[in-house]
């Protein structure tokens, strides 16, 4: 019994032993520059998900760190949603790692206002006008200060329809004015086809979608800044219609039954299945779609209709920079250097060529390659006519919410347009 | 007085129950197995249906993206060490607790209350500070500490309200014979638990092994993360592939049923007629 | 048991490594999460000391208070519909009867299964268009009972307590069915010697028998329905139009979404002392009838 007794403390004390023992395996890695003059930094990217373009981002540092043998960057990589929540927590404990993806807009500005980001002008002034789009370097440029540069533009308003749908009542190609649009619409129902497939259930995509596309088209490009420099308001009649389509459209059932419980990813396999006629989403379906369709479903891409009386330029698409690396801005010395160094080897034109062959829409001046896939290189001419803002990358987050749950809200009919337009004015003024 | 027939009638009811309650609870895990073998296109198409062939390959790449080689032993050590420690201190603890009337019994308990009331979200923040403070962030105990203090309330609780109804000349008679604390904890009092330990040991080995947030923002070495985050692996920024992900939670979910099989007697093992003097 | 010096030392080794790192680890997080709700705060600037500011908002925020209202539909669902099922399958389940054990099994699998997968097969079944439900409704003449059941934001809170009542049946099952381990053989078998019948048995011995467990098993489901994460994150993420919007949700979006750290603090403590609040109820509520 005595044996017992002592077999229990020793267990209690196996266990704290092992505890200790395991975590000695665990040191925090070195930080900068070594003896030996070699620099290693840190890298948090969201290139999770294993596609063409991640696999190039990931082939790019690679190069990166075989080209250079005194400069080392460890990656490390989370999927977009919880990479925010990472950071977030990380920057509220003042530990960023030396670059880390960031997000335009309204994302990336608390960032920098808190101090934890360095400007990369010395980088872009090269780079502006030249390679890269003036205009989408802007997403990630902060009083004047450039942060970031993007890899990428999502563009998130591209219309892709079923040919042989749109054929079957009378359509030989998209409509493009928004009446036309309604008539296809109204026809198709009467064919007993579900008109458009939407997956609003994460409910960004109504907003992201659809918002951001159909009010530039009725307000013009530069209403936006106008409401949040308090020269405009949401309560103007051109928001108020805005809203307005989105509860026509859902008045005349124009969209799938189960719109609110359904994500994008869903809503594309809906449409692929020929369960709809028409899905509107952003160029990051484009590759999706390409991998999904059977040979035998001819799906096109058009630009959203012009609306009669409009303000906005119909041939822009609502788009932002996407994929921006921003440098933390206790970086000095030569870890500074390193990283700039990677930013100028990572953002070069080799890049873009890979990326644009890999079916993603780029900011930057370099030709499409010939064998493109018809589908990709229609949505790539949808998208030359400019890029418009989109809402959630310009609203400050509380806004960007109250927009998405209000259009939830417009679909089940708990919201009306107007006082959505007024819940947000309210917000803009406090 | 019951009848054959009303026993028969009765028996049949249960059943019907109790495969209804089955095949609620079975048809989740099913679709979930059958979805881990089709190909991404055959699952854009067809979401309930049978997988035309076995397309084992989601397998292979699921353990490649979700770095199962490594994370999943990383996934196997944080979880069992905390949740030896867990039964360990907490089983001691709700001994203490339960079988002595001292002052501050009943304060500590409902102490361990407080535990259960907090989202873990807003934890978050403070919970990296002060790893950050003690210096072991990025390492295994950053994980373990976590969990093991947040199992601890619900294993108190449980094993505490089932230490209580034992009846409470249990251990006089070991007194009597000389036997120490200890050895009544030991000897008498966890044998008797053995039900209860079986429900914690599982309950937080699943809270561990499923644990994300702190995972995610406490350890950043991919040499010591854990499983949960691996699994998200399969998610890119708009695209998601779902088959490589139900194989990866398929094969995520073997370490738990094995947990559960193997313990799974002990939580019906009832008390021996001998083992309680009544 | 009586108290002697040793036994005190027994006491406090016995308790000290618990509270210990329950303390270091549960409490003092906690505690630090308290002071950030007297803060404004966005996570990446200096903090700012703003009072009582945050609670003076949130008692005025009445997206918090819809949310707080859904948190006390889980509750009672949990306490209703989870604690019920799980009692009486841990009931059944615990006699002799053929295949106990593989219903045992399959009964605790929605515990483990990932929120994912719930997520994604409860949708399958809830689908407007397609979903099991409704064809199952169609296939037995129940045509007008057919619903769009998370689309629709008066049923989609009832809908995703359903499932959530569904995941942890299992998990109260499996401890119901240990403390019924803990009822003594010989006092059944005395019960039915006089002729008790097996409603009787289970009225005035079992459930008294197990009335701590039980009591336990009402303060994890109340302390659990206030913490509910998961299972909405991905089955609606609080909408439509936040139908189904919970106080962790809740919380979770104004700290991470809106970086609104202080505030967020603030509906964590909120929540803690609302639970606390219920808790206290309950005990009254309980001593009362033991009484």
């Not at chain 1, 934890?116 to 997403?139: F, R, V």
């Not at chain 1, 390409?290 to 035998?296: A, G, N, P």
């Not at chain 2, 339960?98 to 407080?114: G, H, L, P």
Request: hydrophobic residues 45%; positive net charge; aromatic residues 12%.
């Amino acid at each position: 019994m005595v044996f017992k007794m002592k077999k229990s403390w020793s267990l209690l004390l196996l266990g704290v032993v092992l505890v200790f023992a395991l975590s000695a395996c665990g040191s925090n890695d070195s930080n900068g520059a070594s003896k030996d003059g070699k620099v290693t930094l840190t890298l948090w990217n969201a290139w999770s998900g294993d596609t063409s373009d991640t696999r190039l981002y990931n082939e790019r540092v690679k190069k990166f760190n075989d080209s250079h043998p005194d400069i080392t960057i460890k990656t490390e990589t989370t999927d977009s949603d919880n990479y925010r929540t990472k950071l977030k927590t990380r920057a509220a404990g003042k530990q960023l790692p030396d670059i880390f993806q960031v997000w335009p807009g309204s994302e990336l500005e608390p960032i920098v206002k808190g101090g934890a980001m360095a400007p990369i002008d010395s980088l872009t002034d090269d780079l502006k006008g030249k390679l890269i789009n003036e205009n989408t370097l802007k997403d990630f440029a902060v009083d004047g200060k450039q942060y970031a540069i993007p890899t990428s533009v999502s563009y998130t308003n591209l219309v892709f329809y079923d040919k042989d749908m749109i054929k079957k009542v009378g359509y030989d190609q998209f409509p493009t004015t928004y009446s036309d649009f309604k008539t296809l619409i109204k026809k198709l129902k009467a064919e007993g086809i579900t008109p458009i497939e939407l997956g609003n259930k994460p409910q960004w995509p109504l907003q992201s979608i659809y918002v951001s596309m159909i009010a530039d088209r009725i307000t013009g490009s530069d209403y936006l800044p106008k409401v949040l420099a308090g020269k405009a308001k949401f309560t103007d009649p051109g928001f108020v219609k805005a809203l307005n389509v989105v509860k026509e459209l859902n008045d005349m059932q124009a969209f799938n039954k189960d719109v609110n419980t359904i994500n994008d990813d869903q809503a594309m396999d809906n449409f692929v299945q020929g369960k709809s006629a028409i899905f509107i989403s952003g160029s990051w379906s484009t590759t999706g779609l390409l991998d999904k369709k059977s040979k035998d479903k001819h799906i096109g891409t058009a630009r959203m209709p012009a609306f009669e009386g409009g303000k906005g330029d119909p041939t822009k698409v609502s788009g932002v920079g996407a994929v921006g690396l921003g440098i933390n801005s206790n970086l000095s010395g030569a870890k500074k250097k390193a990283a700039l160094e990677f930013l100028k080897y990572f953002y070069s034109k080799d890049l873009y060529e890979d990326l644009l062959k890999a079916g993603l829409l780029i900011p930057a001046k370099v030709d499409l390659p010939k064998d493109t896939d018809p589908l990709f290189k229609e949505a790539y001419q949808a998208t030359e006519g400019g890029t418009a803002p989109v809402y959630d990358g310009v609203l400050p987050a509380e806004l960007t919410q109250t927009l998405n749950n209000g259009l939830q809200g417009i679909l089940t009919g708990s919201m009306t347009p107007e006082k959505l337009a007024k819940e947000m004015q309210s917000q803009v003024n406090q | 007085m019951e009848t054959y027939s009303n026993r028969k009638i009765k028996m049949t009811l249960i059943y019907v129950v109790l495969i209804l309650f089955a095949i609620v609870n079975a048809y989740p895990i099913l679709w979930m197995i059958l979805n881990s073998f089709k190909t991404t296109k055959e699952y854009a198409v067809d979401k309930l249906g049978l997988p035309h062939s076995l397309h084992f390959q989601n397998y292979i790449d699921a353990w490649h993206t979700a770095n199962f080689g490594e994370y999943f032993w990383n996934s196997i050590v944080v979880s069992v060490v905390a949740v030896i420690i867990t039964v360990l201190f907490g089983a001691l603890a709700a001994y203490f607790i339960a079988r002595f009337d001292f002052k501050m019994s009943k304060t500590i308990y409902n102490f361990f209350i407080f535990g259960l009331l907090v989202p873990i979200h807003a934890t978050l923040v403070p919970m990296f500070i002060l790893m950050s403070k003690l210096g072991i962030l990025n390492t295994r105990l950053s994980l373990i500490f976590p969990y093991v203090a947040f199992n601890l309330p619900i294993t108190i609780f449980l094993l505490v309200s089932f230490m209580r109804s034992f009846p409470k000349d249990i251990e006089e008679s070991a007194i009597m014979d000389g036997a120490g604390i200890l050895r009544i904890f030991w000897a008498i009092i966890l044998p008797m638990t053995r039900p209860a330990i079986a429900t914690v040991v599982i309950l937080s080995f699943i809270n561990n092994w499923n644990e994300f947030v702190f995972a995610l923002v406490l350890i950043n070495n991919p040499k010591l993360q854990t499983l949960p985050l691996g699994l998200q692996n399969f998610a890119g920024d708009h695209v998601t592939n779902y088959v490589a992900q139900f194989a990866g939670l398929t094969m995520a979910l073997v370490p738990i049923l094995i947990v559960y099989l193997l313990l799974e007697k002990e939580l019906v093992k009832g008390m021996t007629a001998g083992a309680v003097k009544g | 048991m009586k108290i002697d010096t040793k036994a005190k030392w027994g006491i406090v080794l016995g308790l000290g490594p618990a509270l210990l790192i329950y303390i270091g680890f549960a409490i003092v997080p906690i505690i630090i999460s308290f002071y950030y709700s007297f803060m404004k705060w966005d996570g990446f600037s200096p903090m700012q000391y703003v009072g009582l500011d945050n609670f003076k908002e949130l008692f005025k925020d009445q997206l918090f208070w819809h949310s707080l209202k859904n948190n006390v539909y889980v509750i009672l669902a949990s306490v209703i519909g989870q604690l019920s099922l799980a009692l009486l399958f841990a009931l059944l389940l615990n006699r002799k009867l053929k295949g106990a054990k593989f219903f045992r099994t399959i009964g605790f699998m929605p515990v483990v299964l990932s929120s994912v997968v719930v997520s994604l097969t409860w949708s399958l079944i809830y689908n407007s268009e397609d979903g099991l439900l409704n064809e199952l409704l169609r296939a037995v003449g129940l045509q007008s009972w057919t619903q769009n059941w998370l689309g629709n934001e008066h049923l989609a809170m009832i809908s995703v307590c359903v499932t959530i009542i569904w995941q942890f049946i299992g998990l109260y099952m499996i401890i119901f069915l240990a403390a019924l381990q803990n009822i003594p053989r010989e006092i059944l078998e005395a019960a039915e010697i006089d002729g008790a019948t097996e409603w009787s048995k289970t009225w005035k011995i079992i459930l008294p028998m197990m009335k701590d467990t039980i009591t336990a098993a009402l303060v994890l489901a109340i302390s659990g329905s206030l913490k509910t994460f998961d299972q909405i994150y991905v089955m609606t993420s609080g909408g439509p139009n936040h139908a189904t919007d919970v106080s962790a949700l809740y919380m979770y979006n104004k700290t991470f979404q809106s970086l609104q750290f202080g505030y967020g603090s603030a509906i964590s403590v909120f929540i803690f002392i609302f639970g606390l609040v219920l808790i206290l109820v309950l005990n009254k509520l309980i001593g009362k009838s033991a009484v």
